[in-house]
């Protein structure tokens, strides 16, 4: 099992237009992340991985809608060195391996946009 870019997603990052002053940073903390394949899940939960998520063929097989988020906001620059990371599948190619069936480009469609809303749309919970 490993991680790696893949796919071609587009991400924007916006600046905060609350600026730092307007988050409580006085709260600390850590938080662990465990990583693990359908084996190892089994092993520490006792229970049967969750479904595998669908696959972008699963999406244009049954029609099933991609979103793009519309901002008017410029989006912030992106990283030179993050540019220069290669994907699952130009790692493998460069091995000389095949991909796998399901990681096969789709064109996606239908495609919604997704507008901002005015205001805030982030309220606080009980926890």
Request: charged share 25%; glycine share 8%.
């Amino acid at each position: 099992m490993g991680l790696a870019p893949g796919g071609r997603m587009k991400q924007e990052i916006f600046e905060d237009p609350y600026g730092l002053d307007a988050w409580d940073t006085s709260v600390r903390g850590r938080s662990f992340v465990h990583l693990v394949n359908s084996l190892v899940w089994e092993a520490i939960t006792s229970a049967k991985p969750p479904t595998p998520p669908m696959t972008a063929a699963h999406y244009a097989k049954h029609n099933l809608p991609w979103f793009d988020y519309y901002s008017d906001q410029p989006a912030l620059e992106g990283s030179k060195i993050l540019e220069r990371l290669r994907s699952v599948i130009e790692l493998a190619r460069a091995k000389g391996d095949r991909p796998l069936p399901e990681n096969q480009d789709v064109t996606p469609s239908p495609v919604l946009p997704i507008r901002p809303r005015a205001g805030n749309q982030v309220r606080d919970g009980r926890f």
